[in-house]
């Protein structure tokens, strides 16, 4: 007995310190910057009643307080308070340092959580500071916008497990990104340049209460509903599968698809491979290489998401509630969100207000981007397509939304009389249709293409 009694107390103590080891614990003492090191700007940080606390300046460009050590999977949690409206601040993630970068200073690079006090209300989304910019704007979950309360503490948790990331404010799900880039980085604190706003100069961002916990991690399931961000190519989460996503591209074959007014997949015109499938190019005219190709199934309400990648000067677009009943030569009829290099190709100039360029509803309705949340040409951006069974349909550009309207409305008719698209009857008001890829014989790639039917 005394000996079962002795292995008893010497497994409670293994699963006592096992308990102990899976706690989170301080990253920050409270009393000193011990294990952190601030860089690239020359915002100061400083330690006040068991805070870190980090001043606007002017004349310097964004600041970082960073840990000297780096981390890979985590759940990190703190509280921020920051003074004022007019400026915002973030909690970088896995992020690197070019210390050649920015003159000298260094140039901190990586995924960031944003704390965003101004009208827009993107606190909690993700960006990816200096590279890839905006990953999950909260225009993809607009319901978190009001969790932010403006110059008080706000509480912030981030949850970084193999390739995904969340986010929560105040205890309420925010972001979901799943990435293929930095298995592990600094975590960093940052303090925003203030460019001319100097009204903004000496206000200060104020940090306590920062937790890590590195071991026992388990993941914190996220509640339906919640637009995920996935940039691993071709491939469902578990979460978007549970969420009706299915892939319109497998990545490797033409499945689902075949060439618009035909019974088969192009011959021609198309390539597929590298998990890419692209349309070759061919002199820049429209449907007179391999041609259109459509998804063989129809769809009504949906929530389509795709990624493409522009060469210069290229056009091509995603059509939608395509019916094929047109029977025209040249590009099949439908609904078009834009795929164009607006720089470069002609069709940019052409229309009325812009309503031929990128990401607009094409000769109908002009999509209101700017360009900072624009991705250079040669990288890939996304696209997203909501349709609601009201008919409300929706155009979003890397996480942005760039217009809105409802199809069949009266002033969706008014916007058909005066396009191209006048003599076709009842168009783009159509119950079903296939989705589409242009041929519009420039070289242009896809690949991630989901849908969800609503």
């Known amino acids: 007995m005394l000996k079962l009694k002795k292995y008893s107390i010497l497994a409670l103590s293994l699963i006592s310190l096992s308990a102990a080891a899976q706690k989170a614990k301080p990253l ?87 704390i965003d006090p101004t009208p827009r209300a993107w606190t909690g989304g993700i960006y990816d500071e200096a590279r890839r910019l905006w990953l999950y704007p909260l225009e993809l979950n607009p319901s978190a916008k009001p969790l932010y309360k403006k110059n008080e503490f706000n509480h912030y948790k981030i949850e970084c497990i193999g390739n995904e990331l969340k986010t929560w404010v105040n205890g309420t799900p925010v972001a979901y990104v799943i990435d293929t880039l930095d298995k592990s980085g600094f975590i960093g604190l940052q303090v925003h340049g203030i460019g001319n706003n100097l009204d903004n100069d ?90 259109d190709i459509v998804t063989k199934e129809e769809f009504a309400a949906f929530d389509l998401s795709f990624e493409f990648k522009l060469t210069p000067g290229a056009n091509s677009g995603v059509k939608y509630f395509v019916t094929l009943s047109e029977k025209n030569t040249g590009s099949a009829i439908g609904l078009e969100y834009q795929v164009l290099d607006d720089e470069l190709h002609p069709d940019a100039k052409l229309g009325r207000d812009g309503n031929r360029t990128l990401a607009s509803l094409y000769d109908l309705m002009t999509a209101k981007k700017e360009a900072r949340y624009l991705r250079p040409i040669g990288s890939w951006n996304n696209g997203r397509l909501v349709v609601y069974p009201n008919n409300k349909v929706e155009h979003y550009l890397n996480g942005v939304k760039v217009l809105e309207y409802t199809r069949g409305s009266e002033e969706f008719k008014k916007l058909v009389a005066i396009s191209k698209y006048k003599d076709w009857k009842n168009f783009g008001e159509a119950p079903k249709g296939h989705i589409l890829l242009q041929d519009h014989g420039n070289k242009v790639d896809f690949r991630t293409i989901k849908i969800k039917t609503l």
């Open 28 to 114: 920050f003492d409270g009393k000193t910057l011990t294990g952190w090191k601030a860089v690239a700007g020359a915002a100061p940080y400083k330690v006040e009643d068991g805070m870190i606390v980090g001043s606007m300046t002017k004349g310097t460009p964004n600041s970082f307080l960073i840990t000297e050590k780096e981390y890979g999977d985590f759940i990190l949690e703190l509280d921020v308070k920051l003074e004022g409206e007019t400026t915002n601040s973030g909690i970088q993630t896995r992020s690197h340092i070019k210390p050649e970068g920015n003159n000298g200073k260094g140039l901190v690079f990586g995924r960031q959580v944003e």
């Open 202 to 291: 000496g206000k200060k961002v104020y940090f306590k209460n920062i937790n890590i916990q590195t071991e026992g991690l388990k993941a914190k399931a996220f509640p339906k509903g919640i637009y995920t961000v996935n940039l691993t190519p071709n491939t469902l989460s578990a979460y978007e599968k549970s969420e009706g996503y299915k892939l319109l591209f497998d990545g490797k074959s033409n499945a689902g698809w075949i060439g618009a007014y035909k019974t088969t997949f192009p011959t021609k015109g198309w390539k597929i491979a590298d998990g890419v499938i692209s349309v070759e190019p061919s002199g820049g005219a429209e449907s007179t290489n391999g041609g």
